[in-house]
Nanobody, 122 residues
Framework: HVQLVESGGGSVQAGASLRLSCAASSHTAPYCMGWFRQAPGKQREGVAAVDSDGATSVADAVKDRFTISQDNAKNTLYLQMNSLKPEDTAVYYC??????????????????WGQGTQVTVS
């Protein structure tokens, strides 16, 4: 079991950058880690994921602007978000699953979730 705590959200203007962090209560290396977001009135959608080998997957909608990374020494997952747009406004969630050899992109595939952090772009 792993506990996840997101931070780094906030209110910014279009074009700004934010870096979200997800602190895990245990080593992140044994997990596939992902970022998801949910805008008001919309379904939760995948943003990016990274497996234990460092392979990444990033959604087409943000591929040129968002980067996922992790620091296993700090047990922390990051999401660097550049050139933010109003349509990026959502609650962003960090997720983890022990099937570390897989690059999971569906929210139904993840076992552990953080509480979310709000990102608002105006």
């Amino acid at each position: 079991h792993v506990q996840l705590v997101e931070s780094g959200g906030g209110s910014v203007q279009a074009g700004a950058s934010l870096r979200l962090s997800c602190a895990a209560s245990s080593h992140t290396a044994p997990y596939c880690m992902g970022w998801f977001r949910q805008a008001p009135g919309k379904q939760r959608e995948g943003v990016a994921a990274v497996d234990s080998d460092g392979a990444t997957s990033v959604a087409d909608a943000v591929k040129d602007r968002f980067t996922i990374s992790q620091d296993n020494a700090k047990n922390t997952l990051y999401l660097q978000m550049n050139s933010l747009k109003p349509e990026d406004t959502a609650v962003y969630y960090c997720a983890a699953d022990p099937r570390r050899w897989l690059l999971l992109t569906g929210d139904y595939e993840y076992s552990y979730w953080g509480q979310g952090t709000q990102v608002t772009v105006s």
